[in-house]
């Protein structure tokens, strides 16, 4: 699986949108970009998924560019509670054991 | 619904006891995961099963042994424990594919 690239750290007003980037160069065709996230002392949660085109859920939004290398999720409105660690995966759909966890951006969202 | 339900949150061992840890999940789901998470590093899998009565290793699933026997319960068992062991246990679960994981609260293991 491709290895992803992503800033060790954050910061973001509560209220404003907060952009997380995500570098897999190496990206290659048949691999989906996950983001998950992991609030303080708890259990990863999922947020959203996507091969190619750009995706949305009631949780974010996730771009993707045309050349798939790079992507950034997107908090719209982020808030104190997205205060965590945010995690991008890239695997292969059906790959079992391969959802690899780096070491995620840490974002901090402040009042 | 109570979703991925990891026993016990907490645990102290003195290096060699054993013990096993228990995952339920009640979303009828085919696989199940274990992974452990050490400061500052992201999670890594121990070992995974893709149905009943069946399991595989991950990518360190040495000093650990699991079990698959009911499709809602997945133990991760200790033999013979060591410090090195020492960290925080997570418990998942997917349908087939595993493309969307749910995770249970974590279990904090100290090996003394």
């Known amino acids: 699986d491709a290895k992803t690239t992503q800033p060790t750290s954050m910061d973001c007003a509560e209220g404003r949108a907060a952009n997380l980037p995500c570098n897999h160069s190496t990206i290659s065709g048949n691999e989906y970009v996950y983001w998950y996230r992991q609030i303080h002392s708890q259990g990863p949660q999922y947020i959203i998924h996507g091969l190619k085109n750009n995706e949305t859920n009631e949780m974010a939004s996730l771009i993707i560019t045309e050349d798939r290398k790079s992507s950034t999720l997107i908090l719209p409105h982020a808030t104190l509670r997205d205060t965590a660690v945010y995690y991008c995966?890239?695997?292969?759909?059906?790959?079992?054991?391969?959802?690899?966890f780096g070491t995620g951006t840490r974002l901090q969202v402040f009042p | 619904n109570a979703g991925v339900t990891q026993t016990p949150k907490f645990r102290v061992l003195k290096t060699g006891q054993s013990m096993t840890l228990l995952c339920a999940q009640d979303m009828n789901h085919e696989y199940m995961y274990w992974y452990r998470q050490d400061p500052g590093m992201g999670l890594r899998l121990i070992h995974y099963s893709v149905g009943e009565g069946t399991t595989a290793k991950g990518k360190v699933p040495d000093g650990y042994n699991v079990s698959r026997l009911k499709k809602q319960n997945f133990l991760l068992g200790l033999e013979s424990a060591a410090p090195s062991q020492t960290s925080v246990y997570f418990c998942?679960?997917?349908?087939?594919?595993?493309?969307?994981?749910?995770f249970g609260a974590g279990t904090r293991l100290s090996v003394l």
């Open positions: 998942a679960s997917s349908t087939p594919g595993g493309n969307i994981q749910y």
């Open positions: 995966i890239v695997r292969v759909s059906y790959n079992t054991d391969k959802l690899i």
